[in-house]
């Protein structure tokens, strides 16, 4: 062979070598790749069946596996990739539970399964043994223990079912109206405010208004109430308020009698509309006899409140003293 | 009885509780757990609004409660929700609450045309989230999910499901009332387009 030939076939085999070398680098796995992937076999998929996010072909998989390459990226130990995910899901999200805290069962029972396991199957095997070692008297303090380990399975059973419950709606306690807040009434209204069923809540949200002054949210409620299909009693409420809050309002004496007229035609003799009505006619037409007449129909009336009583009677007797309103 | 005997019968209790344990959460949604951020700080995360028009840095929100609900217009729970957090965002408006709604793997004219068809409140901070970061800091198993963020800022309840609008305030009222942390299912969730 030629000194040319040799030369043209050594080039040959360095080129032919350094194209292999370069494709070998070209294709060779990346090393953060293959971190990433063994983290993501370690992980579970928090919206799939026992399946890591490695395999998981899920969108929620695929964020999971771009937030550890990105945190590979920037620098971050498995560990505390781990620990990233850990704070968010909780330990649900390792393949491999944990030793300690709710998941520690999990790797204590098959131990002691198997354990009792090999217990049975040497007493099986050597009964003589068993019988020939247990004293009557140590039989006593055996089964006495014995009977602490069945005691004490009942109770691990019923820490890990409480571990391993969900608390559902169904398990809340029943709210109490009074410590629901007007805002949460708001927002119920609104969001059923075809319902006929929420016209009660509805009036006694526009009662608190009503009673705390603020005549400004109480009024779309009430004419709520009465547009809505109301029930006498519930119309009754409505109109005695609408009827005050316009006289105490906007001064309007003869549109309030005239509410509180058709207040007293859905519930005839209600002692609150009458008891307004005689305020009104006492305090914005100055009529005190209309208005001790009506004051004394309220206080003839069966099963009235002891406040009510108390002011009805205060006005009463002023009336009767010719005081003003 | 032999304490071997005793102590099979322990496992056969043990056995009996775990196959009781195993079915109730056959009949559960296995993916619910409960969440390791309750009582915890919220997690530091700053997403673009859906309107494109910036970000918001979630721990920044000035509010004594922030609300933070996941929810995407393929999850059908969400559309039943949806309407109720509208209701509940408006009545608290202006009262130290704020609703942040978090779209989750979602074309933003998708959730456009979910906000026009479900409603939507002035007050609520819609925002998308690429990459499910934030799913991801806050470990949504599925949605809809909804966070409350206390004055504290730190996560303090999270209902899992579709909330009316009582849970919701009830929800609002126990964390401005300063009650225990804590979680409640109340309805099924979405994982992704397919169910």
């Not at chain 1, 030369?7 to 194209?19: C, E, K, M």
């Not at chain 1, 292999?20 to 928090?46: Q, Y």
């Not at chain 1, 549109?255 to 307004?276: G, K, N, S």
């Not at chain 2, 849970?167 to 994982?191: H, K, N, Y």
Request: charged share 20%; with cysteine.
């Amino acid at each position: 062979m030629s000194e040319r030939t040799q030369r043209l076939w050594s080039w040959t085999v360095s080129g032919a070598l350094a194209v292999f070398v370069l494709i070998a680098v070209l294709v060779a796995p990346d090393p953060s790749e293959d971190r990433a992937r063994s983290l993501g076999e370690r992980l579970r998929c928090p919206v799939c069946q026992g399946e890591s996010i490695a395999e998981s072909p899920s969108d929620a998989a695929r964020d999971m596996m771009d937030l550890v390459r990105s945190r590979i990226a920037e620098g971050s130990t498995d560990q505390q990739i781990i620990d990233e995910l850990v704070a968010s899901f909780g330990a649900t999200v390792l393949l491999d539970p944990p030793v300690s805290g709710s998941t520690l069962w999990l790797w204590l029972l098959p131990v002691a399964a198997a354990a009792v396991g090999v217990g049975l199957v040497l007493t099986r095997v050597r009964p003589s043994l068993v019988r020939e070692t247990v004293a009557a008297p140590l039989r006593f303090r055996r089964s006495t223990v014995g009977g602490m380990v069945v005691l004490a399975a009942a109770a691990i059973t019923v820490v890990v079912v409480g571990q391993f419950r969900q608390a559902r709606v169904d398990d809340l306690e029943p709210i109490d109206p009074a410590t629901i807040s007007n805002e949460t009434l708001e927002a119920v209204i609104a969001a059923n405010s075809d319902d006929p069923q929420i016209l009660g809540m509805r009036l006694g949200l526009a009662n608190r208004y009503f009673e705390d002054g603020d005549y400004q949210r109480a009024f779309p409620h009430y004419e709520a109430v009465i547009e809505g299909n109301p029930t006498p009693v519930q119309a009754g409420a409505a109109l005695t308020r609408l009827g005050w809050m316009v006289f105490d309002g906007n001064g309007e004496v003869d549109l309030a009698i005239d509410l509180m007229d058709q207040a007293l035609e859905a519930v005839p003799a209600d002692p609150f509309a009458l008891y307004l009505k005689g305020r009104v006619i006492w305090c914005g037409r100055a009529d005190a006899a209309t208005a001790i007449d009506l004051f004394g129909q309220v206080l003839a009336g069966p099963d009235l409140e002891a406040e009510v009583r108390e002011n009805v009677e205060a006005d009463l007797s002023a009336a009767r003293a010719g005081d003003t309103c | 009885m032999t304490f071997i005997k005793w102590l099979a019968g322990g496992m056969v209790v043990l056995s009996v509780a775990l196959a009781i344990v195993f079915i109730t959460r056959f009949g559960s949604d296995p993916a619910i757990v409960d969440s390791p951020l309750l009582g915890k700080p919220a997690p530091t995360i700053t997403l673009p609004r859906l309107d494109g028009q910036g970000e918001v840095d979630l721990t920044a929100i000035e509010a004594d409660v922030v609300v933070v609900n996941f929810f995407a217009s393929w999850c059908l729970p969400c559309r039943e929700e949806q309407p109720q957090l509208v209701a509940a965002a408006n009545a608290f408006a202006g009262r130290g609450v704020r609703f942040v709604s978090i779209a989750y793997r979602n074309d933003p004219a998708e959730i456009a045309a979910f906000l026009e068809e479900y409603g939507n409140s002035p007050s609520t901070l819609y925002l998308t989230d690429p990459g499910g970061r934030a799913a991801i800091a806050y470990g949504v198993f599925g949605i809809p999910e909804t966070f409350f963020i206390g004055t504290d800022g730190a996560v303090v309840r999270k209902i899992v499901g579709a909330a009316d609008a009582l849970i919701l305030g009830s929800t609002i009222d126990a964390v401005l009332a300063g009650e225990e942390p804590g979680q409640v299912v109340v309805g099924e969730t979405f994982t992704g387009p397919g169910g």
